[in-house]
């Protein structure tokens, strides 16, 4: 069982930044792909950024390319997105998600094994 707790969401400026964070339960941290998904009431859960369980891949939607980045530090058990460069686009709750397979965190719909409880992020104009 993985428990995942996301922290770090707040009221920012466009053209600000924030640095999400998820804190993960369990010893078995670095086996699990990580993803960082976001929605809007009224919309689909949408595809932000993963990353492989050793860190060495990554992946992004277009939509944040160059303005975002997942990182993960396995012996804190944690995993991070900054977020640079907002834009008002970007309000959304953010969540991070946990799956042993990389492909499942990747796939649309994800099939992530495990979730947070979401962070809200808002960017005024």
């Known amino acids: 069982q993985v428990q995942l707790v996301e922290s770090g969401g707040g009221l920012v400026q466009a053209g600000g930044s924030l640095r999400l964070s998820c804190a993960a339960s369990g010893r078995t941290f670095s086996s699990y792909a990580m993803g960082w998904f976001r929605q809007v009431p009224g919309k689909e859960r949408e595809f932000v950024a993963a990353?492989?369980?050793?860190?060495?891949?990554?992946y992004y939607a277009d939509s944040v390319k160059g303005r975002f980045t997942i990182s993960r530090d396995n012996a804190k058990n944690t995993v991070y997105l900054q977020m640079n460069s907002l834009r008002p686009e970007d309000t959304a709750v953010y969540s991070c998600a946990a799956d042993s397979l990389i492909l499942r965190v990747r796939i649309i719909p994800p099939r992530c094994e495990y979730w947070g409880q979401g962070t809200q992020v808002t960017v005024s104009s």
């Open positions: 990353i492989s369980g050793s860190g060495g891949n990554t």
